[in-house]
């Protein structure tokens, strides 16, 4: 029985769900692919190039286990399923045709242990996910909190990006996400707007399953998270779809994950809500301030399920955080007082929340102490 091992990039055919590159360096191991059937070979690496895995292939049967035992997902092609046997059972097997008249492939899937079979090309989308998920490993999501303003200048910005250093600091694999292209970038109120990496415009043509790991490793580096921010260039905007696949690929990764959304809902944004674990609205403890949040309240409360107040000071007018949470009608997470120095902070390159004392790394410390601890993964 013959058997060749094809590993490494050169495989793959296809194209990917975008073209910015992944991290050859850090590539997790791949699925084990098992056919002889060169048609079917084909499919199977273009599907695994979607998924950005690298398979190792085998034509025939393996003359030894230790691929087929370590291979976090074995695909064995309908053409070789007679000749594994019952010796072949582990979990993780699936099993793979392209006849969907051939009845027989369910009784073959038993033989060999496959608990799922899929045919071609119906199945393209399922299996594609189905690489990813074992490549990547399928862990808790991360928690996912959107900061959206109030009215103009509350300090969402400014708070997301304090949230984010704070996650960080306590150790938590952390994302940074612009979803505001008209707030001139993250990675300006973070210092690193010169940093190596990519931007929003490298993945406006993402679709469908965007590969995690690639993700995180293209993104700058900045005070121990990686953010995804605006260039300086002339796009404005990115498709629903790609926010769609790029944050769910950031979510896969575990962690937090902060997005910094516009008070402007277009359908990208809205696409943002719809994958948050919890929105915080940034109140300024302002009458006129209160009443346009209101109006931003009302929209948020028809998309965003779990929606919460920071009330922001300096505060007067007989107002405090608890009434006009109230006045809001929703839960307060906590008052935030005005950061000292915090200009100077920003144009000397330091990050809001980057030291231990001020407000905004108190907030961050208090806010992360009770997410990171709830069993739902959000504070109360």
Do not use: Y
């Not at 998924?51 to 370590?70: K, L, N």
């Not at 009845?103 to 594609?128: C, Y």
């Not at 009434?323 to 200009?343: D, F, K, Q, R, T």
């Amino acid at each position: 029985m013959r058997e060749r091992v094809v590993r490494g990039e050169e495989t793959v055919t296809g194209s990917n769900t975008s073209d910015w590159p992944t991290s050859r360096d850090t590539r997790q191991s791949g699925p084990l692919i098992v056919t002889e059937d060169e048609g079917l070979l084909d499919d199977l690496l273009r599907l695994c190039a979607a998924a950005g895995a690298v398979p190792e292939v085998i034509h025939g049967a393996p003359a030894h286990r230790g691929s087929w035992d370590s291979a976090p997902l074995v695909l064995v092609g309908d053409d070789c399923a007679t000749r594994l046997g019952s010796a072949a059972r582990r979990e993780g097997v699936v099993l793979v045709g392209k006849d969907l008249d051939d009845s027989g492939v369910w009784r073959r899937a038993v033989a060999i242990g496959a608990r799922n079979v899929t045919l071609l090309p119906d199945g393209e989308s399922w299996l594609v996910d189905r690489i990813a998920d074992a490549v990547e490993g399928v862990g808790r999501p991360a928690i996912t909190v959107g900061v959206i303003g109030g009215r103009g200048g509350a300090g969402a910005s400014t708070l997301a990006c304090a949230l984010a250093v704070g996650a960080a600091r306590a150790g938590q694999r952390t994302m940074l996400i612009d979803g505001d292209p008209l707030g001139g970038g993250l990675d300006v109120l973070l210092g690193g707007e010169r940093t190596e990496g990519l931007r929003w415009p490298a993945f406006a043509d993402s679709r469908g399953r965007v590969a995690g790991r690639a993700l995180e490793e293209a993104l700058p580096e900045l005070h121990s998270l990686r953010v995804l921010s605006w260039d300086r260039g002339d796009c404005a905007a990115v498709p629903r779809e790609a926010m769609r696949a790029v944050l769910a690929a950031a979510r896969r990764r575990g962690g937090v994950v902060v997005v910094d959304l516009p008070r402007r809902l277009d359908e990208t944004a809205v696409e943002a809500l719809e994958q948050l674990d919890v929105g915080l609205l940034v109140v300024p403890a302002e009458l006129r301030a209160v009443a346009a949040a209101h109006q931003v309240a009302s929209m948020l409360g028809m998309m965003l399920g779990d929606l919460r107040a920071v009330v922001r000071g300096p505060f007067g007018h007989g107002l405090d955080g608890q009434e006009i949470a109230h006045l809001l009608g929703l839960p307060l997470v906590g008052e935030l007082p005005p950061e000292p120095g915090l200009s100077g902070t920003l144009l000397a390159g330091r990050p809001p929340g980057g030291g231990e004392r001020g407000p905004l790394a108190r907030f961050s410390a208090e806010f992360w102490a009770r997410a990171l601890t709830e069993e739902g993964g959000v504070p109360v």
